[in-house]
């Protein structure tokens, strides 16, 4: 495992992240890990981790969420970039098969939440619980059906499981680009 960040002060506890390299699962930590062995006293960037991961010209309209669409959406909300959308309940997974697991963190404890799926939400108009499920991808479908970038049923109408195929996920890269765009 290589530890991205790390950062302790006497006022907080201690908060630490890392990234399986066989996996890419990137995991936040915060409070005092049991094993402290090579996290202490390490401070600093490391060299082969881009800290400066702005986004650069348009998505590839290609129906699959990963770290690019991840990034342009971060930037077009304010969020921090880092290419992740972090703590997502590995139950929601089944409504979002075309989001890529090298960008989206499926976790079954300390499910918390992210602040671009917040603020996603906030946008689509639906409960801003940072928890992207069922009933968010409804909301973004109806949202983008109405904005005019996507010509799909939608399937909560239809009694069908709301899911966000290839069709939803190029109508959202549309969007972004749009918006980048304008």
């Known amino acids: 495992y290589n530890v991205l960040e790390s950062t302790s002060d006497w006022q907080s506890k201690f908060q630490y992240s890392y990234m399986d390299k066989q996996t890419g699962y990137r995991y936040q930590y915060k409070g005092a890990p049991k ?7 390490w401070h600093g960037k490391l060299p082969w981790v881009d800290y400066n991961d702005e986004p650069k010209g348009v998505i590839a309209v290609d ?4 770290m690019d669409t991840t990034r342009h959406t971060q930037k077009m909300f304010g969020t921090p970039i880092d290419g992740i959308i972090s703590r997502q309940n590995r139950a929601n997974k089944k409504y979002l098969p075309n989001a890529s697991t090298n960008s989206w963190e499926f976790v079954t404890f300390r ?3 992210s602040d671009v799926i917040k603020a996603l939400q906030k946008l689509i108009g639906t409960d801003p619980d940072g928890d992207f499920g069922a009933k968010s991808v409804t909301a973004l479908e109806r949202f983008l059906k109405a904005k005019g970038f996507y010509d799909g ?6 009694g069908k499981r709301p899911s966000m195929g290839e069709g939803l996920v190029k109508a959202w890269q549309r969007y972004v680009n749009a918006y980048f765009r304008a």
């Open 35 to 41: 094993r402290m062995q090579t996290v202490w006293g």
């Open 63 to 66: 129906g699959s969420w990963g």
């Open 111 to 113: 499910v918390t939440g």
């Open 153 to 158: 049923e939608i399937e909560a109408d239809l």
